[in-house]
C-alpha cells in the first residue's frame, strides 16, 4: 500500500521533468561587471540561447556605459534623447527631487575625483547656480543645455540599461530570468522554484536582509545612504544630494521602489529619498509602490502594495 | 468574516488550541504553521502553499512528508515542490486525527500570530470551505521562519576581472593578498566573516564594506574588478540595495 502510494505520487513528477528536459532549457547565471558594479544575468534557456543572451546584453550595457559617464555623456544620439525626456518628466513629476543636473555637487564633493572633502557653504551656492534640470531642453534632436551644467545620470542610467536589456531578450523569447545591475532589477516569469522571484533588499545598517518581496513582471531598485559615504570629524556624508540644497539628503536611511519600468524605480528611488512628502510623488505613479527606512530606523512601505515579507 | 471574530472561532473550537500552544521539540525554528482540517486536503493545499510562496509569507511551495498521511498519494500529485524526503528549505507535512467532526477551515500562524485569510487573498475557498461536510483529518504544514535561513557560509570565492581565481575556506583566521592594478589588495578572514583590510583604489568603498558572512553576501572593488563572495545558497533569487 505505502510503495502505491509512493510509485503513484513520483509517477508524475518524473514524467513532468522528463517534458521538461526535451526543451533543453535550463538555468544558466553569468556575472558580469560594469557600471563600477557587478551585474548578474540570470535566465532559463537554451546553452546556445544564453551564449548569444549574454553577449546582447554585454553589448547593451557597453553602450549605456560609454554613453552615460560622467563627462563623456553624449548629447545627440537617439539613446540619449530617450533618457534624457525620461529624466525630464521625472523631474516635473518630484518638483525637481530627481535632476540629473546636479553633476557640480557630485564633483564639489569629491565624489569625482581623488579625495572625498565637505566643500565650504560658498563653494555649495556656486555649484547649485548650476543645477535645474529646467534650464536644460531638447532642441532639433539633441539636448541644450548652458555650458556650465552637466549631466550625472547614475540615477537612472543603470535602471534604463536593465529595461533595454530586458526588451531585447523577452524579443528573443526568454520567458524567465532577471538581470540586476547593481541592484537595480528587472525580474519576470518564475524563479527555478516556479513561483515568483524572491528579492532581498538590503538591510542599511544591519547585515542581512530587511525583508524580501516576491515579484514577477517588475523592476525594483534602492537608493541608500549607505551605498557610497565618507567620514569627516566623525560626520557622514553620503552621495543622495538634495538639488534644493547641495547637501546630501539626510531624511531617510534607504529607500527601494518596485513598479513596471527599472528606468523609473532607479529615478524614483533616489527622488523618494531627496523628497519631504515621498507619498505625494507616489500619486502620480500609482502602479509604483516603495519600502522606506527613515532616518531614525522606521520601515514603512507606501504607494501600491506589493508582496512585502519583513525579516525580524 | 471579520479578524477578530475569525479569531475567536479559531481558538474557541478547542482544536487547534493544543497543537497551537504544544512546546516545539527539538532545535527546530519554526516560522510558522499552517493548519488545514478537511477530508480532502489534495483539493486545497496546493493552491494555499502556492499562495503564502508567492505573497512571500513563506520559502517556497516544496514540501515533504514527516509522518505518514492518509492521502499522501493525492498531495503528492498535486503539491508541484513535493519531494519524498527531507530537502533545505522545505515545509513538513504532518497529519493528526480529530476525535470530533469540525467545520473545514485552514489557519496560518506566523510567527506566533494568526493571519487573517482576506489578507492572503483566500476568501474564496475560505468561503468555499465553510459549506463543506464536517471533517475529521487535520494536515499540519510546518515551515521555516526566511530570517532562521539566513547562515554563515563556509567557503568564499575571489573573482578578479569577471574570472574566479581563488577560493578558501573561512574556518581559519589568516590574511590573503592579492596583486591588482596600482598594488596589492588584503583579504582578511576573521570570525565575523571576511573582509577587505586594505585596498589601493581611491574611494576605499570595499574596505569600508561590513563584512561578508553569508552566503550569497559580497564585497566589491569596482575600480579593481575584484569581488568576493561567500558560496552556498542563498534563499533569496537576487539582491538590491
Known amino acids: 500500500m505505502k510503495r502505491n502510494s509512493y510509485l503513484s505520487a513520483v509517477l508524475p513528477l518524473l514524467l513532468l521533468s522528463a517534458g521538461g528536459c526535451s526543451r533543453r532549457e535550463l538555468w544558466h547565471s553569468s556575472t558580469l561587471l560594469f557600471f563600477d558594479t557587478v551585474c548578474d544575468l540570470t535566465l532559463a534557456c537554451s546553452d546556445r540561447e544564453f551564449e548569444i543572451a549574454q553577449k546582447e546584453v554585454e553589448r547593451i550595457f557597453e553602450e549605456i556605459q560609454s554613453s552615460f559617464s560622467p563627462g563623456a555623456d553624449s548629447l545627440d544620439s537617439p539613446l540619449a534623447l530617450e533618457l534624457f525626456r525620461k529624466a525630464k518628466k521625472i523631474y516635473a ?55 556650465t551644467m552637466k549631466f550625472d545620470w547614475g540615477g537612472i542610467g543603470k535602471g534604463f540599461g536593465v529595461d533595454l536589456a530586458y526588451r531585447a531578450l523577452a524579443a528573443r523569447g526568454i520567458q524567465n530570468g532577471f538581470i540586476n545591475a547593481g541592484g537595480d532589477l528587472y525580474c519576470w516569469g518564475t524563479n527555478p522554484e ?77 527622488a523618494l529619498f531627496v523628497s519631504s512628502q515621498p507619498e505625494k510623488i507616489l500619486i502620480r505613479y500609482p502602479e509604483y509602490g516603495a519600502v522606506i527606512v527613515s532616518r531614525d530606523g522606521r520601515v514603512y512601505s507606501i504607494g501600491k502594495k506589493y508582496h512585502l515579507a519583513l525579516i525580524s | 468574516m471579520d479578524r477578530r471574530r475569525f479569531v475567536k472561532k479559531i481558538f474557541a473550537a478547542s482544536i487547534l488550541t493544543p497543537f497551537l500552544f504544544e512546546p516545539k521539540t527539538g532545535a527546530e525554528e519554526t516560522g510558522g504553521e499552517l493548519y488545514l ?115 554563515p557560509g563556509t567557503f568564499a570565492a575571489i573573482s578578479h576581472d569577471g574570472k574566479k581565481i581563488d577560493r578558501f575556506s573561512l574556518d581559519c583566521e589568516r590574511s590573503l593578498t592579492y596583486p591588482v592594478r596600482g598594488g596589492h589588495l588584503i583579504v582578511g578572514i576573521e570570525r565575523g566573516g571576511v573582509r577587505v583590510k586594505s585596498s589601493p583604489c581611491r574611494h576605499q568603498v570595499c574596505v569600508s564594506s561590513s563584512p561578508a558572512l553569508y552566503a550569497g553576501e559580497r564585497i566589491i572593488c569596482a575600480p579593481n574588478r575584484f569581488l568576493v563572495e561567500i558560496e552556498g545558497k542563498s534563499f533569496i533569487d537576487t539582491l538590491t540595495g
Not at chain 1, 95 to 124: N, T
Not at chain 1, 203 to 214: D, E, K, N, S, V
Not at chain 1, 215 to 244: C, M, W
Open chain 1, 93 to 147: 513629476d518630484t518638483e525637481g527631487s530627481f535632476d540629473i543636473s546636479v553633476e557640480p555637487l557630485a564633483e564639489i564633493w569629491g565624489f569625482r575625483g581623488e579625495r572625498h572633502r565637505v566643500p565650504s557653504d560658498q563653494e555649495v551656492a556656486e555649484a547649485r547656480k548650476n543645477v535645474g534640470l529646467d534650464k536644460a531642453t531638447e532642441e532639433g534632436g539633441r539636448i541644450v543645455r548652458p555650458e
Open chain 1, 194 to 270: 516556479g513561483v515568483p522571484w524572491k528579492i532581498g533588499i538590503k538591510h542599511p545598517r544591519r547585515r542581512g536582509f530587511l525583508g524580501t518581496l516576491a515579484i514577477t513582471g517588475l523592476g525594483a531598485a534602492t537608493s541608500g545612504d549607505y551605498q557610497r559615504f565618507f567620514e569627516e570629524n566623525g560626520v557622514s556624508y553620503h552621495h543622495i544630494f538634495d538639488p534644493k540644497t547641495g547637501y546630501p539628503a539626510r531624511g531617510k536611511q534607504s529607500v527601494t521602489v518596485v513598479g513596471p519600468e527599472a528606468t523609473v524605480c532607479d529615478a524614483l528611488s533616489t
Open chain 2, 37 to 151: 482540517i478537511s477530508d480532502e486536503p489534495q483539493r486545497q493545499l496546493g493552491i494555499l502553499l502556492q499562495t503564502l510562496s508567492t505573497q512571500g509569507l513563506i520559502l517556497s511551495p516544496r514540501t515533504f512528508f514527516k509522518s505518514p498521511h492518509p492521502q499522501a498519494g493525492e498531495l503528492g500529485r498535486v503539491l508541484a515542490g513535493w519531494r519524498p524526503s527531507f530537502s533545505d528549505g522545505a515545509a513538513g507535512i504532518s497529519f493528526r486525527h480529530l476525535d470530533a467532526a469540525s467545520r473545514p477551515s485552514f489557519t496560518l500562524v506566523r510567527c506566533g500570530r494568526v493571519v487573517d485569510p482576506r489578507r492572503l487573498g483566500l476568501s474564496s475557498l475560505w468561503n468555499e470551505m465553510q459549506s463543506a461536510d464536517p471533517a475529521t483529518g487535520l494536515t499540519i504544514v510546518s515551515f521555516k521562519n526566511p530570517a532562521s535561513e539566513i547562515r
